[in-house]
C-alpha cells in the first residue's frame, strides 16, 4: 500500500466484492412484492414502492463497488468495457420489450376502437422515453402522456445515472487525494440532503393542489388506461394529472425528486463505506451492524404496512417523515446483508428459489412492465376475490416471460459479458 492509499478517504484496496447470496435472494423476493403489488394483488400493502429504493441501494453499491475493485486492480477504470457490460446486461431485453410495445401500439392505432387510439395517442413518446432511458424524464414533464409502461421510470433513471457516475468517481480516483475523495462523498451527501428537503417540502405545495393524489403510484389503474380500462380508471396512474397543475415547475420538480436518485447515490456511499471496514469484521463492528440492520428492517417493515398515498404528513409516500427515515435505514440493511450474510433474520434471502429469481429480477421486472397492461382490462373489470385471482395469474405470467426471456434471450448476452468485457477487478463467482 502506498502512502498516497494510506492517506485516501476512500480506501481503495479494501476487500474485493465476491458473490452475495442475500443480494439475490433481496432481489427475488422482493421482485415478486413489486409485481404483485402491480397487479393489485398486494395492492393495501401500499408502501411497496420502497422496495424500489432498496433495489437503487443494492445497484449503486454493486456499481460502485466494482468499480473500486477495478481501480484497484488495474489502476484505472475501463468506461468502454463499463458501457458495454451494461449494454449487454441491459439492452437485448429492453428493445425486444420496445418492439413488442410498439407492434401493439400499431395494431391497436390501425384496428382499435376510438377511444382506444385517442388514448394512446402518445404512445411514441414512451417507446421514445423507454428507448433512450429518458422516461422518467419525459414522464415529469408530460405526466398525462405516460404510465403504460411506466415501471420502465426505474431503469432510465439508473442508466442515466450510470451514465454519469463511472466517469465522475473515475476522475476522483485518478487524482488520488484525500481533498478529491472529500468533494465526492461530500457532494454526495450535499445531492441526498436537497432530494430529502425536496420532498419534504414540495408534498405540500403539490398534495393540497392535487387534493392529496400527489404521488405517482403505477399499479393498474394507471398502466390499464388505453388498453381496454376505461379513462377513469387511471386514478391510480401517475398524480399531479391536472391539466392546469402538471406543467407548473412544482409538479415537475416533484416528479423528478420523488423518482429518489439520491437512493442510488447512498449505495454508493454504502460501498465506500464497506470498504473501509477490516475483514474479518471486528465483533464490534458486528454488532453495530446487527443493530442497524434489525433497526432497518423494522422500518421497512413499517413502512409497506403503514406508509400512504394520501394526504401529506407523517405516512406519506415519498416525502412523509417514515418513508424518509426509513430510506436511510435502507443503507444499513444493505451493508448487514453483506457483512452478516449468515443472520437468522436473513435466511429467507438464503433460500434456492429466491436467488434463483433474483438472478432473473431484471427480466421479471422488464417484462411485467408490459405483461400488466395487456392483462389490465381483465382485472380491472372483475372485483372482489376474482380480481386478485386474476391478478394473481397475471403476475404469474409475467414472472414466467421474465424467466424465459432469461432463459432464451439475457443469458447469450451475459455469457458474451463476462468472455469480452468483464471487470478485471471482479472475484469469480
Known amino acids: 500500500m502506498t502512502l498516497t492509499q494510506r492517506t485516501r478517504l476512500i480506501d481503495v484496496d ?3 466484492l465476491g458473490y452475495v447470496s442475500t443480494f439475490d435472494g433481496m432481489r427475488g423476493l422482493f421482485v415478486l412484492q413489486v409485481v404483485l403489488y402491480h397487479a393489485e394483488v398486494t395492492i393495501f400493502l401500499a408502501g411497496s ?10 445497484s449503486g453499491f454493486l456499481i460502485t463497488h466494482l468499480l473500486l475493485d477495478e481501480f484497484r486492480a488495474t489502476q484505472a477504470i475501463s468506461l468502454r468495457r463499463f458501457y458495454m457490460r451494461r449494454v449487454l446486461r441491459l439492452f437485448p431485453a429492453m428493445y425486444a420489450l420496445i418492439a413488442l410495445f410498439t407492434i401493439l401500439m400499431l395494431a391497436v392505432q390501425f384496428f382499435g376502437p376510438p377511444e382506444a387510439r385517442e388514448a394512446l395517442s402518445s404512445w411514441w413518446l414512451e417507446a421514445l422515453g423507454a428507448a433512450t432511458y429518458t422516461y422518467f ?3 415529469a414533464f408530460f405526466p398525462t402522456a405516460m404510465g403504460v409502461l411506466g415501471p420502465i421510470w426505474t431503469l432510465s433513471l439508473e442508466e442515466c445515472f450510470y451514465l454519469l ?13 484525500r481533498r478529491s ?42 398502466l390499464g388506461t388505453g388498453l381496454g380500462a376505461t379513462a377513469g380508471s387511471q386514478a391510480t396512474g401517475y398524480a399531479l394529472e391536472l391539466p392546469q397543475y402538471g406543467a407548473t415547475w412544482q409538479g415537475i420538480a416533484y416528479r423528478l425528486f420523488a423518482t429518489r436518485p439520491d437512493m442510488i447515490v447512498w449505495g454508493c456511499l454504502m460501498a465506500v463505506v464497506v470498504k473501509s471496514i477490516p475483514r474479518p469484521v471486528p465483533e464490534r ?26 394526504p401529506p404528513g407523517p405516512l406519506a409516500l415519498f416525502g412523509g417523515l417514515l418513508y424518509q427515515a426509513s430510506l436511510i435505514m435502507l443503507g444499513p440493511i444493505v451493508l448487514d446483508a453483506y457483512l452478516r450474510q449468515d443472520a437468522f433474520y436473513l435466511a429467507p434471502f438464503r433460500w434456492g428459489w429466491t436467488r434463483w429469481l433474483g438472478e ?33 395469474v397475471a403476475s404469474a405470467i409475467a414472472v414466467g416471460v421474465g424467466i424465459l426471456s432469461y432463459r432464451f434471450l439475457e443469458r447469450r448476452f451475459l455469457r458474451l459479458k463476462d468472455l469480452r468485457f468483464a471487470n478485471p477487478g471482479a472475484s469469480p463467482r
Open 181 to 222: 475523495d472529500a468533494l465526492l462523498v461530500g457532494a454526495g451527501l450535499v445531492f441526498i440532503a436537497i432530494c430529502f428537503t425536496a420532498r419534504a417540502r414540495l408534498q405540500f405545495v403539490v398534495g393540497s393542489a392535487a387534493n392529496g393524489a400527489a404521488v405517482y403510484m403505477d399499479t393498474l389503474g394507471g
Open 360 to 392: 432473473r429480477s431484471y427480466g421479471i421486472y422488464l417484462w411485467h412492465a408490459i405483461v400488466l397492461p395487456i392483462c389490465a382490462p381483465a382485472i380491472l373489470a372483475a372485483s372482489g376475490p376474482t380480481r386478485r385471482v386474476l391478478g394473481l
Open 165 to 177: 457516475w463511472p466517469p465522475t468517481i473515475r476522475r476522483a480516483l485518478r487524482r488520488g487525494s
Open 49 to 58: 414502492p420502497i422496495l424500489i429504493d432498496l433495489f437503487f441501494v443494492l
Open 14 to 16: 479494501g476487500p474485493k
Open 285 to 310: 463492528i458486528r454488532r453495530l451492524l446487527a443493530v442497524g440492520g434489525v433497526i432497518g428492517w423494522i422500518m421497512l417493515g413499517a413502512t409497506v404496512l403503514f406508509a400512504s398515498p394520501g
Open 137 to 139: 424524464i419525459l414522464a
